[in-house]
């Protein structure tokens, strides 16, 4: 006898792992960037120190936001792709250490043209305090991802849910409506 069945539960239970397929693969393009991302030319013993602390190179990087000095961002970060454009902004300062986690310390700028606030995270890395520019991999390094992640995931499993269940109501009454009228 071929039962049709009421739940497609394969088909389900792929669809309940999209959020989890896809932020598994980020975060493998996270560590595989990681791999490359780093010039070991910025992490020589002259470097070492010159950023012992991550308030100096929270100190380093006001001069460089101001004048946009790409060069110079490209040491604070020691990255082998640096930033495409720094925009300058002359009238930006250092205010303070804003937060510090487990990895990351978040400093606080203050842009007095416009009075924008910027954000600037710094991180150790081989020894050295790095500057961190806000990219896919800061995201997955740092655990922001949760905060887009996690609602987007509940939104898409809710979706999954609401959407099985209407296919299996729709399924049982049209089996039952069969069943009376056969």
């Given at each position: 006898?071929?039962?049709?069945?009421?739940i497609?539960?394969?088909?389900?239970?792929?669809l309940?792992?999209?959020p989890?397929?896809?932020?598994?693969?980020?975060?493998?393009y996270?560590?595989?960037?990681?791999l490359?991302?780093?010039?070991?030319a910025y992490?020589?013993?002259?470097?070492?120190?010159?950023?012992p602390?991550p308030?100096m190179?929270a100190?380093?990087?006001?001069?460089v936001l101001r004048e946009g000095?790409?060069d110079?961002?490209?040491?604070?970060l020691?990255?082998?792709?640096?930033?495409?454009s720094?925009?300058?902004?002359p009238?930006?300062?250092?205010?303070?250490?804003l937060?510090?986690d487990?990895?990351?310390?978040?400093y606080?700028?203050?842009?007095?043209?416009?009075y924008n606030?910027?954000?600037q995270y710094i991180?150790k890395?081989?020894g050295r305090?790095i500057?961190?520019?806000?990219?896919?991999?800061?995201y997955?390094?740092?655990?922001q991802?949760?905060?887009?992640?996690?609602?987007l995931?509940?939104?898409?499993w809710?979706?999954v849910?609401?959407?099985?269940?209407?296919?299996?109501v729709y399924?049982r009454?049209?089996?039952a409506?069969q069943?009376?009228?056969?």
């Amino acid at each position: 006898m071929d039962k049709k069945r009421i739940i497609d539960w394969p088909y389900f239970i792929g669809l309940m792992l999209v959020p989890v397929i896809i932020v598994a693969i980020l975060f493998l393009y996270a560590k595989i960037d990681e791999l490359t991302r780093y010039d070991p030319a910025y992490f020589t013993e002259e470097y070492l120190e010159r950023y012992p602390s991550p308030g100096m190179v929270a100190i380093g990087l006001e001069p460089v936001l101001r004048e946009g000095d790409e060069d110079a961002m490209q040491e604070l970060l020691g990255t082998r792709r640096g930033i495409k454009s720094i925009e300058a902004r002359p009238d930006l300062i250092l205010v303070f250490l804003l937060e510090a986690d487990e990895k990351y310390f978040h400093y606080l700028y203050f842009d007095a043209s416009d009075y924008n606030r910027v954000l600037q995270y710094i991180k150790k890395w081989n020894g050295r305090y790095i500057a961190s520019k806000m990219d896919l991999y800061y995201y997955m390094d740092s655990g922001q991802w949760k905060v887009v992640a996690g609602p987007l995931a509940f939104a898409w499993w809710s979706l999954v849910i609401v959407f099985t269940a209407g296919v299996f109501v729709y399924r049982r009454s049209r089996a039952a409506q069969q069943k009376r009228y056969a």
